[in-house]
């Protein structure tokens, strides 16, 4: 893998369509710290209030294949390649 994957937190809502979706298991759901939350932008303190405070995390880099999946089934654009 040459590129880093990149969540934009204030961005995802957690529902776990990345992880469902990655044919090679990048991803996990977990709840974000108190400092992760208070790093969000007000959109995104907001939507974390409504949604919760699961987010997606891609913690196997090495498994991933840039196939693009995750960035496609994101319905919020959260994922890019960087």
Known sequence: MNK??????????GDGI?????PNQVF???????DEYDSLNFLGK???KIKGRVKSFAVNFE????CGLCIEKCHERAIQFI
């Open 4 to 13: 880093t994957i990149n969540i934009n937190m204030n961005k995802c809502d």
């Open 18 to 22: 990345c992880l469902t979706n990655c």
């Open 28 to 34: 996990e759901l977990r709840e974000i710290t108190t």
């Open 46 to 48: 907001f939507k974390t």
């Open 63 to 66: 498994n991933c294949v840039e």
